[in-house]
């Protein structure tokens, strides 16, 4: 069991997930955050901070995300912890409901 960061990040990072991790799991890309596997406690605090409703425990994931447990957990391991809330990124209000952000995006 896991927590997987999924597609409505990309290109928000409102990064109110990662105040309430009590393990600092969250990991920061150019454009979205992942949660490292090896790491993640399992206790779901995070879900309800994230206002555009990325976070999914694994087992919950819609099969359309599926390929984002592999993203996470590779991208874990090359970006740097983030455990304090910053700005979004400088459009995320007008990327926070799109669709398929990551498709052809891939930092
Ligand atoms: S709160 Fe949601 S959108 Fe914001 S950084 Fe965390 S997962 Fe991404
Ligand atoms: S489920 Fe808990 S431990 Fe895992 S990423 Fe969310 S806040 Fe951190």
Redesign the pocket.
């Known amino acids: 069991m896991t927590h997987v960061?999924t597609d409505?990040?990309v290109r928000?990072?409102?990064?109110?997930?990662?105040d309430v991790c009590p393990v600092d799991c969250?990991h920061e890309g150019p454009l979205?955050?992942v949660i490292d596997p090896d790491e993640c406690i399992d206790c779901a605090v995070?879900i309800p901070?994230?206002?555009?409703?990325?976070?999914y425990a694994d087992a919950d994931l819609p099969a359309a995300f599926a390929p984002f447990v592999e993203l996470n957990a590779a991208r874990a391991k090359e970006w740097p912890v983030i455990n304090k809330r910053k700005d979004?990124l400088p459009d995320?209000d007008r990327w926070?409901d799109a669709k398929n952000k990551l498709a052809g995006e891939e930092p």
């Open positions: 960061v409505s990040c928000c990072k409102y990064t109110d997930c990662v969250f979205y955050l995070c901070e994230c206002p555009v409703e990325a976070i979004a995320a926070k």
